[in-house]
C-alpha cells in the first residue's frame, strides 16, 4: 500500500510539473485565445444556469398552484367554487371540518384532514368553500390576515418539504390541498408525504395544515396491502407501513353516496341560488335521471 501512495503520488507530482511547463512554454497570443475561450464558456454556464427561486408574492392573490419546477407558486385570482350553503346533505361533516379550519386559522391545535368517499359528494368543494367562509369572517377582523389556500399536484408530492419550508417563514397561515390523492403499487412517494405530515425533527410547520381528498380510505390500493402481507416475512408490520400513511392525518371524514331526498334536496338549493324557472315537480323529474 506505501509504494502504491509513492507511485500515485509521483504520477500526481508529474502531471502538475508537466502542466505547469506546458504553460510556460505557451506563446501570449495563445494564452489569450485559451483566456477568452474559458471567459466564453463561463459567460454561456452563468446565461443556462437556472435563476434562483424569487420569494413568493403572498399578497398577490389568497389561493395559489404550486409549481414544483419552477419552485414558485402561482396566483389564482378567481377560484372555482360554490358557496358552503349550497353543499346540502353533508351537515355534519361541514360542521366538524368548518370547526378544525376555524381553529387553525386562529392559531390553536388542528389536525390534517382526510377526505375520502364516493365521487361527487363535495369533498374538494367543501375545501375551497370553507376557505372563502373563513376570510370572509376574518374580513371583519383588521388584525386578522387572510388564510391562503396552496393547491399541490398529486404529481409534485415529493416536493412537499420543500414548499413546507418556504411557506414556514410566511407571515400568514396556509391550507395544502391535495384533490385526489392515492398512490400506485410500485409508487414510493407516499414516505415523502409520511415524512413531510409528522416527521423528522421540525415536524409540520404551524402555520400550514394538510388537506386531501381521495376515493380511498387508506390512500393505498388494497391489492398493494395485500401482496405486502402475503409476501412480508413479518405481515403487521408491513401492512402497519402501509396503512400508517393514513394516520398521519389526525381526522378522517367520509363521504357516501347520498339518499335520492339529499340528492333533490341538492338540486332545489341550487335552483333557488340560481333563480332558476322552474316548476318542483319538472325539476324533479329531470334531476331523477341523473341520480
Request: aromatic content about 10%; glycine content about 6%; charged content about 25%.
Amino acid at each position: 500500500m506505501y509504494l502504491f501512495l509513492l507511485f500515485t503520488n509521483g504520477l500526481y507530482y508529474n502531471l502538475v510539473k508537466n502542466t505547469i511547463q506546458g504553460v510556460a512554454e505557451l506563446s501570449d497570443t495563445e494564452l489569450k485565445r485559451i483566456r477568452e475561450q474559458l471567459e466564453a464558456i463561463s459567460e454561456t454556464l452563468l446565461r443556462t444556469a437556472p435563476s434562483a427561486p424569487q420569494a413568493p408574492d403572498y399578497d398577490a392573490a389568497d389561493a395559489f398552484v404550486w409549481n414544483a419546477t419552477n419552485q414558485a407558486l402561482t396566483p389564482i385570482i378567481n377560484v372555482n367554487r360554490v358557496d358552503i350553503n349550497l353543499l346540502k346533505g353533508i351537515d355534519h361533516i361541514k360542521d366538524i371540518f368548518l370547526k378544525n379550519t376555524q381553529q387553525f386559522a386562529k392559531g390553536l391545535s388542528a389536525n390534517n384532514v382526510l377526505l375520502w368517499g364516493a365521487r361527487g359528494m363535495g369533498k374538494s368543494s367543501i375545501i375551497k368553500a370553507a376557505h372563502a367562509y373563513i376570510n370572509e369572517e376574518r374580513a371583519n377582523a383588521s388584525d386578522s390576515l387572510p388564510l391562503k389556500l396552496i393547491e399541490i399536484h398529486r404529481e409534485d408530492i415529493e416536493s412537499l418539504p420543500i414548499l413546507m419550508g418556504q411557506l414556514s417563514k410566511a407571515a400568514y397561515s396556509f391550507i395544502l390541498f391535495c384533490d385526489d390523492l392515492s398512490f400506485d403499487n410500485d409508487d414510493t412517494s407516499y414516505k415523502s408525504l409520511k415524512a413531510a405530515l409528522d416527521g423528522g425533527l421540525e415536524g409540520r410547520p404551524k402555520n400550514v395544515i394538510f388537506y386531501a381528498t381521495s376515493n380511498r380510505r387508506h390512500l393505498l390500493p388494497r391489492d398493494m396491502i395485500e401482496n405486502e402481507r402475503s409476501t412480508a416475512i413479518n405481515p403487521s408490520e408491513a401492512v402497519e407501513e402501509k396503512v400508517s400513511l393514513s394516520d398521519r392525518f389526525g381526522l378522517w371524514l367520509g363521504f357516501h353516496k347520498c339518499s335520492q331526498d339529499e340528492f333533490l334536496s341538492m338540486v332545489d338549493g341550487y335552483a333557488d341560488h340560481f333563480g332558476l324557472k322552474i316548476s318542483r315537480e319538472e325539476l324533479h323529474q329531470k334531476a331523477v335521471e341523473w341520480y
